[in-house]
């Protein structure tokens, strides 16, 4: 940059048009979310662009910042102090993703720097010194027969190609190859020039889905960001979009704040997986950020899956979107013969012991026809490791360490070929002579068995049959067409080459018992994602879950009915007031620091508050829960915003965590 524009002793001379810059600076305080007008000097007119970003004091502190508008004068009333410097001319705040993160900061009572750090990477000077490619010239609009399959399918490409703002929520058939569906979709938005994002849960995904799509709109057309790129290369491939060098972008989560120009479609896929939840405050889901870009922008909106949430339904049934479902009689030819425990008379005839079994005969007639017919077999089990944890080998009460009431688990080893006994996992202390307190049995039993136990028990009963694990630090990404052996955890499910004979789904009461709001729709979610990888019931595939078949998910993958449990999920949370019905928000901290903000809360009339609850033994942690009807959404956001900027202005030492439930529809 040239030296400093200077006048007597040094002083600066502000520029001739446009002196003043609005900027967001990197402070995280909530009192403090809102512009801040620095002084524009000569020398810097032409750098300090809206967008770019700039260092600036504030407080004594020098700190990063991203210049917002330039104005004619400032409303301060004071001496303005001049931008310290400007870091890149690169105007990387986009008007559209400066809306963007503005609404997302106020929809879940967030800071606009928060969603601005995950929406911009951070610079690479190297990468941005180096121009990007040429756009490379809008392809052709493809056929798209896949999507004949579906009544509405026609209509949604149709509605992409000419333009108009459709919103879909589209149930995927089993073994539907959904990457070349979202691709089709994809290149029919680009041949009209427009952009598009499509935003999937992990990098596997992205690697098929941007296969699919290079295939259709050219390797020039299209660009992947993933986390796992490396900050150099994700820093080049960002600003190829932003300089509108591509028109489709492929990635995960933090791709949904992509700066695509002109953009036509978003599309969220498999939007349950908690991948798409953002870690970081405001904490919002890719699901929601999307619907409001589609609304902000006049984009088309897609949310596809092979199953169905109650935010997914909840669109359908506002109306906001319209659902894209195949015909009965065409789901029947894809789906796979699914079959649960106790869903038939002659199962407790055969086997008695179907139901307390981990792995019925139901399991292992499925499991050999598979092999048999030279197709490998997928083990679906809910943990990965060896055994995590314990329970009562008589009633199946989890055991609890005497001392702490900590979970017993059985370290790996022995000691000349002795076993080892339990420990806890919370205080490390041995359980060697261990006793059930409800029944008073000594036998145990493993509570979860992780996956590796399973591929070696697997890899005894079926001799000579090769076993594969994928999940942990080793997912795979697909295995041949050939017999073997899958043990894979929920989300590592390989593709199988032609598709898997027989897909076995373990330990289905540890996903269904959980303790958690979406147990069932979560459970629901990775039974069909991995049955969905069989083949088709008439082709031999078959798919067993070890489950009771009187539950509603189970009787939901049985007849493959996800819109169905959708509905009933959705209409029992609206009942018992649960999202998305409501809009809730919870409240972490101290016991002080909650009945504190509790007390600054003005909440609107159909607020009330729901606790404190203690978090752990000590009491030194509390949980409340905030609950207003769906139409007073807004209304809290503000009131937690207001509350947690008063206790940012005040220094309160106790942090408190307020994480808004995601999903209200517009």
């Known amino acids: 940059m040239a030296s400093k524009t200077t006048t007597r002793r040094g002083e600066r001379t502000p520029a001739e048009v446009l002196p003043v810059a609005r900027v967001c600076v990197d402070v995280p305080l909530a009192h403090l979310d809102r512009p801040f007008d620095y002084q524009v000097a000569a020398d810097q007119a032409q750098d300090a662009v809206p967008g770019s970003r700039v260092r600036v004091r504030f ?67 190297r990468a941005e010194a180096q121009p990007s490619p040429e756009p490379a010239p809008p392809p052709e609009a493809p056929t798209a027969p896949g999507w004949t399959r579906y009544p509405f399918g026609p209509n949604l490409l149709d509605a992409l190609r000419t333009g108009r703002q459709a919103r879909a929520v589209w149930q995927a058939l089993p073994a539907e190859d959904w990457p070349t569906r979202l691709a089709e979709a994809a290149a029919t938005v680009a041949s009209t020039g427009k952009g598009v994002l499509l935003v999937v849960p992990d990098h596997r995904d992205v690697t098929r889905v941007h296969a699919a799509c290079a295939e259709l709109v050219g390797e020039g057309g299209v660009v992947a960001l993933s986390a796992d790129l490396g900050p150099s290369e994700r820093y080049k491939r960002w600003l190829a979009v ?38 970081r405050m405001p904490y919002p889901n890719v699901r929601d950020v999307l619907v409001q870009r589609a609304h902000l922008t006049g984009a088309a909106f897609i949310a596809g899956g092979f199953a169905r949430t109650a935010e997914a339904q909840l669109l359908v049934e506002s109306n906001w979107a319209h659902e894209v479902v195949a015909a009965r009689e065409t789901l029947r030819s894809a789906a796979p013969r699914v079959a649960a425990v106790g869903d038939s008379d002659w199962q407790e005839v055969k086997d008695a012991a179907a139901r307390s079994a981990r792995l019925p005969s139901i399991a292992f007639d499925a499991a050999r026809a598979a092999l048999a017919a030279k197709a490998p077999v997928l083990i679906q089990v809910p943990r990965r490791g060896y055994v995590p944890a314990l329970a009562c080998g008589s009633c199946r009460a989890p055991t609890r360490c005497r001392r702490c009431a900590g979970p017993l688990a059985l370290p790996g080893g022995s000691d000349d070929g002795v076993p080892r006994p339990p420990y806890c996992r919370w205080c490390g202390a041995t359980e060697a002579a261990y006793r059930c307190p409800a029944c008073g049995s000594r036998k145990l039993r493993a509570q979860v068995v992780g996956a590796r136990r399973t591929a070696e028990e697997l890899g005894r009963a079926f001799t000579g049959v090769p076993v594969r694990t994928s999940g942990g630090d080793e997912v795979l990404a697909s295995v041949p067409g050939r017999p073997a ?74 007849r493959w009915d996800p819109v169905w449990h959708a509905r009933q999920e959705l209409a029992a949370r609206t009942e018992l007031g649960f999202p998305p019905a409501v809009r809730m928000a919870t409240v972490d901290g101290s016991p002080d620091a909650v009945a504190a903000l509790l007390d600054e809360l003005r909440l609107p009339p159909t607020g009330e508050v729901l606790g404190p609850v203690p978090l752990d033994e000590e009491g030194t942690k509390e949980r409340a829960l905030v609950r207003v009807s769906r139409s007073e959404g807004r209304a809290l956001a503000l009131v937690l915003t207001e509350a947690l900027g008063v206790r940012s202005a005040r220094k309160d030492p106790d942090p408190v965590r307020v994480k808004l439930d995601p999903l209200e529809v517009l």
């Not at 039974?527 to 009187?550: H, Q």
């Open 59 to 125: 407080a004594g502190q020098l700190v990063d910042g991203y210049v917002l508008e330039r104005v004619d004068a400032s409303e301060y009333g004071k001496k303005l102090a001049f931008l310290e410097r400007v870091t890149s001319p690169e105007a990387v705040l986009s008007p559209e993703v400066h809306q963007l993160a503005r609404v997302v900061a106020d929809r879940f009572a967030g800071t606009l720097i928060d969603v601005l750090r995950m929406a911009i990477p951070p610079r690479h000077a």
């Open 485 to 558: 052996l899958v043990v894979a955890t929920p989300g590592a499910e390989p593709v199988a080459e032609g598709g898997y004979g027989a897909v076995l789904l373990l330990d289905g009461w540890s996903l269904l018992g959980r303790a958690d709001l979406r147990a069932a729709e979560e459970a629901l979610r990775r039974w069909m994602t991995a049955a969905a990888l069989a083949k088709p019931g008439a082709d031999g595939g078959r798919v067993v879950v070890i489950a009771d078949s009187v539950l509603a998910p189970v009787q939901a993958l049985v």
């Open 242 to 279: 932003l300089r509108g060098a591509v028109r489709v972008v492929v990635g995960t989560r933090g791709a949904a704040f992509a700066p695509v120009a002109d953009l036509g479609l978003v599309v969220v896929w498999d939007d349950g997986d908690d991948l798409h939840s953002e870690q």
